[in-house]
């Protein structure tokens, strides 16, 4: 049997890779950059927990009322968006960020600085599930929203976003609606964060205001941008190398933030596209060994 | 057929006058000319016209329907397609996705119709005869950014009429082409215009337009200052000042 360490270890990195993915989708796939995503997975996070041990819902209402709710707010808050571009809407996504996180902090209803405690695992067959079977759980729904992503970029609305993020301007002149397919972008990627944070309380059991602040938005995007922005793999990636790091070895931990933002200035100097862009050092290597193996004496 | 009537047409940037008043009509398979020195508000002219920028006064209606208050995305949807003078292609898209964003405008208006697959048989192979048509059939799979300049204007206009524009807007088309290429692409715009799409052209080169046009509209310091025949508008004393300068 695999030990509780581990399970701990193996469920975080899913909910960072689901939330890795969720960033990607707006960021990777439609292009507009967001600084504030945790905001998002902090809504999920305070939304299913008040759910569930105020109103008495269980997990598997409160898990997808989180998405719901993540993904409203985030197009309530993509609509502003829509008027800046660039270094603009980073900074107005940070702000969303800090002004969510305060929302939490200061308001009592969502219990200030002491947070949100008692939540539980999900009961199901008239028990507490146990931590290996809450981690097959996540994962089949990460795999699904995988699907998902994978269905959605061969759609027109995927074709859609490519658009946009090469060429806002000419996209529409080519009878894109840029407008509702940025929002759309929002409220996926909204919904899938705030999925993630529905997870995640019920994984942590209390959550707190600073768990969804700037910083973990930060650790969000260095997972996407290491990985691979864009590409379906690389955040996924990017989230379990990132994610095994700092439970590996206990100084990284203490200088995460240290640490992340040398790998991001790092990577941005030599491998802008990240670990799995299509122009990254492993893709060559990768394609190399697959399209010429006779090439390296490998064929028969 | 009347395609576009532009009517008193005005466009101010922070006070000042990009375009003042200017009033013209394009038909069916017709290329008009629009020519003028730098600065005198052509590009403006095709901004407001594809909805890039909103008119500050003045009325447009194509096909009897007014546009002067939509968005680009939905006037290029009612047939109205553009390229641009510096060009835009989706630069790290190959020419197929390119031209197939633009055929997508037919699925877009509907969520449900845009969740669908876009790479199905009967729309790649639409896609490809607009690519053949343009001259692109051996590019097919190639980024754009690596198409040499002519390519990259000839995918534009690949990628416009996958709108299936009854107008097109062309800015600048043969602006830093060899004399080869742009001979194709002249031969390119005069098979378009045969087949009953109306063309706005913006040319430098007076040779293009005096060759293409049969009417042609002067533009200087945003306002028109003549418009006629290629010979009508060669003897034009104001065109001619517009140009050259006035004598002294």
Redesign the interface.
Known sequence: MISGYFITIFITIVIYAMLAHSLNIITGHAGQISLGHAAFFGIGAYTSAMLYTEAGFPFWISVPMAAVVAGIVGALLGIPCLRVRDDFLAITTMGINFVVEAIFLYIPFFGGAMGIGGINLPKWFGREMTKPEYFVLILVVFVLLLLLDRRVGRSWIGLAWASIREDEEAAGSMGVDVVRFKVLAFILGSAIAGLAGGFYAHFLTFIMPQNFGFGQSVVILSMVVFGGIGSRWGPIVGAIILGILPEVSRPIMEYRILIYGILLLGMMRFQPGGLLGPESVLSKLFRRSVYRPGARGGSQ | MTLLDVRALSKEFDGLRALDRVSFTSGEGEILGIIGPNGAGKTTLFNLI???YLPSAGEMSFQGKSIHRL???QI??LGI??T?QIV??????DVE?NV???Y??R???S?W???????QPEFLKEVQTLIQRAGLQSYTKHTAKNLPLGFKKRLEIA??L??EPRLLLLDEPSAGLRFEESAQLMELIRQVRDQGIGVLLIEHNMQVVMDLCKRIVVLDHGAKIAEGSPKEIRSNPLVIQAYLGKET
């Open positions: 594809s909805g890039i968005k680009p995305h290029s949807r397609g553009r641009f835009r292609p989706f630069q790290n898209l996705t197939l964003v633009a997508g405008h699925f877009y208006p969520l119709k845009s969740a669908g697959p876009f790479r990628r416009a996958a709108l």
